[in-house]
C-alpha cells in the first residue's frame, strides 16, 4: 500500500523560503507521477504543481512560477517544493499526491493517493 508523509511546513514571514519533503513508502516510486496540492481554510483545494516520473517534465500553477520548484529523488522515494519569495496568499496545508498514470496531473480527481498535508503559514 502506498504512503506518503509530508514535512517541512512552518511559519514564515513574507519573502521567505520553506522546502516541504514528501516521503513515499510502498511499491515503485519510479512509477509515479508526484503533485503538490494546497488548501486554504474556505477554500476548495487547488493545484500547485506535478513532476514527471522521470522528474524531467513539470509543471505549474501560474501562481508560483519562478517561486516554487518541483523536484524528485527516486533512489530516495522522496519529492520537494522549495518555496521562495512565499506571500501570505500561499498560507494553505500542503499536500502531495501520487498519480498512477504517466502524464502530468494538475486536477484533483486524477491522483491516486494522498498525504496528510503539512501546514504552512507566511505572515505578512
Known amino acids: 500500500q502506498v504512503q506518503l508523509v509530508e514535512s517541512g511546513g512552518g511559519l514564515v514571514q513574507a519573502g521567505g523560503s520553506l522546502r516541504l519533503s514528501c516521503k513515499f513508502s510502498?511499491?515503485?516510486?519510479?512509477?509515479?507521477?508526484m503533485g503538490w496540492f494546497r488548501q486554504a481554510p474556505g477554500k476548495e483545494r487547488e493545484f500547485v504543481a506535478t513532476?514527471?516520473?522521470?522528474?524531467?517534465?513539470?509543471y505549474y500553477t501560474n501562481s508560483v512560477k519562478g517561486r516554487f520548484t518541483i523536484s524528485r529523488e527516486n533512489g530516495w522515494n522522496t519529492v520537494w517544493l522549495q518555496m521562495n519569495s512565499l506571500k501570505p496568499e500561499d498560507t494553505a496545508v500542503y499536500l502531495c499526491a501520487a498519480r498512477t498514470a504517466m502524464e502530468l496531473g494538475s486536477m484533483e480527481n486524477e491522483y491516486d493517493y494522498w498525504g496528510q498535508g503539512t501546514q504552512v503559514t507566511v505572515s505578512s
Open positions: 510502498g511499491r515503485a516510486f519510479s512509477s509515479y507521477v
Open positions: 513532476i514527471s516520473w522521470s522528474g524531467d517534465s513539470t
